[in-house]
């Protein structure tokens, strides 16, 4: 049942990792929350290699928020949404900045979902919230374990409701999940925790 126990206003970033399936849920969040949402959100989502265009566009028509893909070391800005460019690995680094690469395939994927969670997971630790969707492989799994075992929230569409539940069941198996979510319940824990930063930006 669908709480807000773990919502603190102590997180600074939220990532999500997904694959087919996950388009859909991750235009329903982009299009949910509040365009002044405060904290920088990745996307690290599983697409064709040599399509380069349309994609950022698709997600953009439906975001509040502009979707952007990142340089190369190009620095963090709140609440920004960068997504990981196609056929390229994306981390995120110490010193608030992100870098790209085109390392071997991760679990058959460039971008790696794993990649991307677990560099996360390594720059923000315990302030880190880590949301994996639907999904046709495990990609994303070890990537949760990582943001759980260094103290950050993770979150996992529900099996019932994913399209392909491989990818939220495998993390599930993987490790101790948090919460298990439907996409409105994500949405509404993600307008729930802009609330109560704002309140907090408000009272300091």
Avoid at 24 to 29: A, E, L, R
Avoid at 44 to 56: M, P, W
């Amino acid at each position: 049942m669908f709480s807000y126990r773990n919502i603190n206003v102590k997180y600074k970033a939220i990532v999500i990792g997904g694959s087919a399936g996950s388009f859909q849920p991750v235009t329903k969040i982009l299009s949910s929350i509040p365009k002044d949402f405060p904290l920088p959100i990745f996307l690290c989502l599983h697409r064709l290699k040599h399509v380069r265009n349309g994609f950022v566009e698709a997600l953009s028509i439906k975001s509040t928020k502009e979707v952007q893909e990142p340089f190369d070391k190009e620095s963090i800005k709140r609440g920004s949404v960068y997504l990981a460019p196609a056929n390229y690995h994306m981390s995120i680094e110490l010193g608030n900045s992100i870098s790209l690469s085109t390392e071997e395939m991760v679990n058959n994927s460039r971008p790696s979902i794993d990649i991307t969670l677990d560099s996360a997971a390594y720059a923000y630790r315990d302030k880190l919230v880590g949301i994996l969707l639907s999904g046709a492989n495990k990609d994303g799994a070890r990537g949760m374990k990582k943001i759980k075992d260094r103290g950050g929230l993770t979150i996992v569409q529900s099996p019932e409701e994913s399209t392909i539940n491989t990818m939220p069941t495998s993390a599930l198996e993987a490790t101790e999940i948090d919460m298990t979510l439907t996409t409105e319940e994500i949405v509404k824990y993600l307008i729930e925790l802009d609330k109560l930063l704002k309140i907090k930006h408000e009272n300091i």
